[in-house]
């Protein structure tokens, strides 16, 4: 079976974007080491640039000229990703078609590495490598977030609760690597906080036992071919209006609103992988038009809570009473009180309502 579309690209042409904030800080010296001779190698062509600060990466996916690159290779955690992405579709002319052109892929150098795990199966940056040079583009899905007057594409996932404490809760424990999301989260257990908040969503279904039979399977393995045909349909105007508006908008008469004052963990996304002990969303396919949602009940007990955490490391928390899983086309969040974070791809965003869509077949990754 022919797992993506497109022929896989020869000499791939790169734009390379190294974060020497990532992960534990050793990005630089991971790419040199572990990618870069195999790139040269391949005879790919390599064009290599450090991010000197914050939003930096969404500076230059705003610059990026169009039929220079195969693909953008980011030396990083899930923030460059979704900063170049965003630089990329805030250009009103040719974002879209840019990120149809131009696949986006992982080395993996951060803390959560959900591209390099979800795509190509590995936290390994030399097999990483030779899974973006064998890789072929594939379509994928992003999403439109809604926040006060702005709007953002996020890629891989939002997080209201638990798990937006623990992205960036624990920054403090970044020299830890990925074992800080594990830390954090045992912390946070033993004081069992909740996250009231009212939830609004537009619900597809919360059948999944069929979808998330294959745990253990990537997203390559979930992605069926595209036809010529569909490739031509691909929507170049995908970022220009919104099914559901935006959160300042009525909340349509379709969703289901609920008030939870007990929400432990109100997590959505598109990757299955989030980090590498992580399987937190066993159903997600990258190109379905639909949000994966993963809830925790705050009232759960400690010894559930520790059950839950050791399942998500295989996807089974979905089959625990305690969790709750749906697959939606939409949804809005409104925090009812304090919480001192939301994530939306393991970057911080402000405490004030949210509303997310699906933007469909919006984007490119590299996968083999
Ligand atoms: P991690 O998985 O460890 O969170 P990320 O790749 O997500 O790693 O990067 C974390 C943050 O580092 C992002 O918010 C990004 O904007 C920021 N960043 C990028 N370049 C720099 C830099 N030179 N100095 C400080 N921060 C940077
Ligand atoms: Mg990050």
Redesign the pocket.
């Known amino acids: 079976m022919q797992k993506a579309y497109g022929a896989a690209k020869p000499k791939k042409r790169f734009l390379i974007l190294v974060?020497?904030?990532?992960?534990t800080g050793h990005a630089a010296r991971v790419f040199k080491y572990a990618s870069e001779p195999l790139l040269r190698a391949a005879n790919c062509s390599l064009n290599v640039v450090e991010?000197?600060?914050?939003?930096?990466a969404q500076e230059i996916g705003a610059e990026i000229p169009m039929d220079k690159y195969d693909a953008i290779m980011c030396c990083?955690?899930?923030?460059?990703p979704h900063?170049v992405i965003n630089g990329m579709a805030s250009r009103p002319e040719d974002g879209a078609q840019l990120l149809q052109s131009v696949a986006i892929c992982q080395l993996p150098c951060?803390?959560?590495n959900s591209l390099s795990w979800s795509l190509n199966g590995t936290s390994s940056a030399s097999i990483a490598t030779l899974k973006m040079i064998k890789g072929r583009a594939i379509p994928v899905d992003y999403m439109a977030v809604t926040q006060g007057d702005k709007r953002v594409v996020s890629f891989l996932s939002q997080a209201w609760g638990l798990v937006a404490d623990l992205d960036l809760g624990t920054e403090h424990l970044?020299w830890m690597g990925g074992a800080r999301f594990t830390v954090g989260a045992i912390a946070r257990i033993i004081n069992r906080k909740a996250y009231p908040c009212e939830i609004a969503v537009k619900v597809h279904t919360r059948d999944v036992r069929e979808l998330s039979k294959h745990y253990q399977k990537y997203i390559v393995d979930r992605v069926d071919p595209l036809s010529s045909e569909e490739i031509a349909k691909l929507d170049p105007n995908v970022f220009a209006s919104l099914k559901y508006g935006s959160v300042n908008d009525p909340i349509p008469s379709d969703w289901e609103v609920s008030t939870s004052k007990e929400m432990a963990n109100f997590y959505t996304g598109k990757m299955p992988w989030v980090s590498a002990d992580s399987l937190a969303f066993p159903a997600a396919i990258p190109h379905d038009g639909l949000i994966d949602v993963m809830t925790w009940d705050g009232k759960v007990g400690r010894s559930d809570a520790v059950n839950l955490l050791v399942a998500s490391e295989t996807g089974r928390h979905i089959d625990l009473p305690v969790a709750g899983y749906m697959k939606i086309e939409a949804f809005r969040i409104t925090p009812i009180g304090k919480s001192d974070y939301i994530s939306i791809d393991?970057?911080s965003f402000p405490i004030e309502p949210y509303q997310v869509e699906v933007l469909p077949r919006a984007g490119l990754y590299l996968a083999h």
């Open positions: 974060n020497p904030n990532g992960g991010t000197t600060h914050r939003y930096h990083s955690g899930d923030g460059i900063e951060g803390s959560g970044r393991g970057e």
